[in-house]
């Protein structure tokens, strides 16, 4: 629990070692969700928290800007429109170029993007929520991200291993 963002540092290791070209390498993040001791988990989108989120992983992946930032959860202490204004503050501020959301339902991603805009205008980029063969409850944000262009990234595409599980 106390080793947040260990991850990326090892993603800023990799693109060290990386020789290639990396002008089509897309550096992505989270934020949102907190951990504390003995593995509590928690959710803060406040501004200072989600800017402090987002200064600490610039600092670890070593990049001067986030190329996909994604809000992992909604925070049931804010209104979404709250939390989708200090993404796009944190965006406006450049420290991210993309914007991404995660575990929403259509009427926030509806509602992102009419305060954020479309990937065309520089807006909402992606969505990441679950979807696989055995959870299909966000259908309606799949066809909406089909829709505006919007990348849509389903997380445990698989089912977490539980396709063959008649009790999942």
């Given at each position: 629990w106390d080793?947040?963002?260990?991850?990326?540092?090892?993603?800023?290791?990799?693109?060290?070692?990386y020789q290639g070209d990396r002008s089509g390498v897309v550096v992505a993040t989270k934020a949102g969700i907190t951990r504390g001791e003995g593995e509590t988990w928690g959710r803060d989108s406040h501004e200072d928290a989600l800017r402090r989120a987002c200064e600490d992983s610039l600092a670890q992946l070593g990049v001067e800007v986030i190329d996909l930032y994604q809000h992992h959860r909604t925070d049931p202490t804010m209104t979404f429109a709250e939390q989708m204004a200090v993404m796009g503050r944190l965006k406006a501020d450049g420290l991210i170029l993309r914007i991404g959301?995660?575990?929403?339902?259509?009427?926030?991603?509806?509602?992102?993007?009419?305060?954020?805009g479309a990937p065309?205008?520089?807006?909402?980029?992606?969505?990441?929520n679950e979807y696989s063969p055995r959870y299909r409850r966000d259908a309606d944000v799949l066809d909406r991200c089909?829709?505006?262009?919007?990348?849509?990234?389903?997380?445990?595409?698989?089912?977490?291993?539980?396709?063959?599980?008649?009790?999942a």
């Open positions: 080793a947040m963002g260990h991850n990326e540092r090892a993603v800023a290791d990799a693109l060290a070692a959301l995660s575990n929403i339902d259509r009427v926030e991603l509806d509602l992102a993007v009419e305060m954020l065309s205008e520089g807006g909402v980029v992606s969505v990441q089909t829709e505006l262009g919007i990348a849509f990234l389903p997380w445990s595409p698989l089912g977490g291993g539980r396709l063959g599980d008649p009790a």
